[in-house]
């Protein structure tokens, strides 16, 4: 039961993001696959990396099967800036490509934590689908970037692009928060 | 002669960068650079010290809740499977 609890946080984030009224149900779809396919493991990968695979393929399906699917477009998500230009001088300004608004330090009162990670934990979630699972992998379960890449399929490259928009958006989510609790 | 021209970054280019600086995963070239430009300006080291704290805080953010009846009920006829 080690595995189940290690990772039973991770699993149940991963399975919302297709079939969030039945991820319950899709962590246990995925732990029955794999223990009636342990014996064709062939440790190729590591356990923790095909546990995750067989999640993907089952929550995927279910989200499909609810008709949840999510266009590749949407999977990904925009390739917008990290930071949106307005907050740079602009061009033929002296300081062109410098802050016009630069980024105050975010508040490091213990007082704010709590409250800090529900905010984070819900801008997580809005977060295009597999920047929302590279994030989960990476940030949260700390798991290194190989290890996602092998259960999500994707390059490395793709990794570390859906990873810096993840963080980013993230980033500007804390800091509307953070500006908006000052102002407020 | 050393070729002594270096990568000029303006914080426009900084902020696309962060991500990778902080897992080491850019080049050593692109290292040198950012580190030139956080000794000039402030707004990028405080927007660094950012995505940073919002690594550490996604860390925090870390559940293990207890694995259901269900779950446990689907390991035990597992268990007892391989026992026979």
Redesign the interface.
Known sequence: ?EL???H???M?RIARVYAPSAA?EV??EA??EL?TSLDRFEGRSSVKTWLFKILLNVARARGRKEGRSIPMSALEGDDE???P?ER?QGQGHLW????AA?????PSDPAV?SE??KK??AA?DELPALQREV?ILR????WD?QDVCNALGISDTNQ?VL??RA??R??AS??AYFEGASHG | MADDRQRHL????V??L???YL?G?GSAEERVALEQHFLI????M??V???R???E????????????E???K??RA?QASKKT
């Not at chain 1, 630069?102 to 975010?106: L, S, Y």
């Not at chain 2, 303006?10 to 280019?13: L, S």
């Not at chain 2, 805080?57 to 259901?68: G, H, I, L, V, Y």
């Open positions: 039961m189940v609890a290690r039973g946080g991770a149940l319950d962590v246990q732990w029955a223990l800036p990290a930071v230009a740079f062109a490509g410098h802050w630069a980024p105050v330090a975010f934590r800090t990670r984070l934990k997580i994030m940030d949260v379960e700390e970037s570390r990873l810096h963080r980013s993230v980033r804390l800091e | 303006d914080c426009i280019d902020v696309e962060v991500s990778d897992d995963a300006c402030g707004g990028c405080r927007y010290e950012q995505v704290a919002t690594v805080a996604a860390r925090e953010t870390k559940d293990t809740p207890e694995p259901p269900e779950l446990r689907l390991f597992f």
